[in-house]
């Protein structure tokens, strides 16, 4: 069959207005295989890789035939496993020429790459030189043949470039390991130190009733003085047990006054401040008192 009857017999592949049997009709699916006259599209790309290039008959029978190269996996695998192990091979070189050399698109799901990864499988030493072949004549899409992007120029150096990307997944996967083991770690610093406090909490808060349950049995001034000799602090008094201050009048001695003062510091507000402001009041009428006294005796 000469060139351009099969180029006749191919024209009405994608004409929706055939005339024929509806079963005759050429229409190329994605993802299946349905044409019956698709064998010449096969055919013509196995020739264009075979001559290594696309000649002007062949540039005009592609004409809005670029929907070829979007097909997936699905529909070459059938394809790719009915053909001789050359055929497949021209069928990828044709496939990598005419999208670069008709700029169809193809990216990551061009048609070239699971044409490739079916040669891989079936021949696998062969495909080496064909992918070198592939990273040589690819044009403008970096995906073929492998499916992932790369600048790669041949196998060895593509086999080299996914070295480095694994061991750089792996140091990642280490990395993470790592950091997820140290966070582990924190977690339970902070659920024992929770612990810790939960455990302390529970006996400072027996220590303060008891400390409570003491001052309560004995009489405000007795109340004081155990107050400023304890190493509790003043925030764990009850408060309840400090009203009697202002209706009493407790007797401290100036040590124990001074101790209860500089123990109460710089409270000024609540209980305390109000305890604090009587004790130094009382300080004061008591050396005044003092003075009194001693000027007294100085008349005498």
Request: one cysteine or more.
């Amino acid at each position: 069959m000469t060139r351009k009857k099969r180029l006749e017999e191919s024209e009405n592949l994608f004409d929706d207005k055939s005339q024929n049997d509806e079963s005759e009709k050429s229409i190329i699916e994605y993802g299946s295989v349905t044409d019956p006259n698709q064998d010449n599209i096969i055919n013509l790309l196995i020739s264009v890789g075979a001559n290594g290039c696309l000649n002007k008959d062949d540039r005009f029978f592609f004409i809005r035939k670029d929907r070829i190269n979007r097909h997936h996996k699905a529909f070459w695998k059938p394809i790719a496993e009915s053909l001789s192990q050359l055929d497949l091979e021209n069928l990828f070189r044709g496939l990598v020429t005419a999208e670069r050399e008709l700029k169809w698109a193809g990216g990551s799901g061009a048609s070239a790459i699971w044409v490739f990864l079916e040669y891989q499988k079936r021949f696998e030493n062969a495909s080496i030189e064909l992918a070198n072949w592939a990273l040589a004549n690819r044009g403008h899409n970096l995906y073929i043949p492998f499916g992932g992007r790369t600048n790669v120029t041949s196998h060895d150096e593509w086999v080299a470039e996914r070295h480095c990307i694994n061991q750089r997944y792996k140091e990642h996967l280490r990395e993470q390991k790592l950091q997820q083991e140290e966070k582990d770690i924190r977690q339970e610093k902070r659920l024992g130190y929770h612990r810790a406090r939960l455990r302390d909490g529970k006996v400072r808060a027996k220590i303060v009733k008891e400390y409570n349950k003491n001052l309560s049995m004995v009489n405000i001034s007795e109340r004081l003085n155990l107050i400023a000799h304890s190493d509790m602090p003043l925030k764990s008094v009850a408060s309840e047990l400090l009203d009697g201050i202002f209706v009493e009048s407790p007797l401290l001695d100036e040590k124990t006054t001074n101790i209860l003062l500089k123990k109460i510091d710089r409270r000024n507000r609540g209980c305390w401040g109000k305890i604090k402001r009587a004790l130094l009041l009382r300080s004061l009428d008591h050396q005044r008192d003092e003075l009194s006294e001693q000027e007294a005796r100085a008349k005498d």
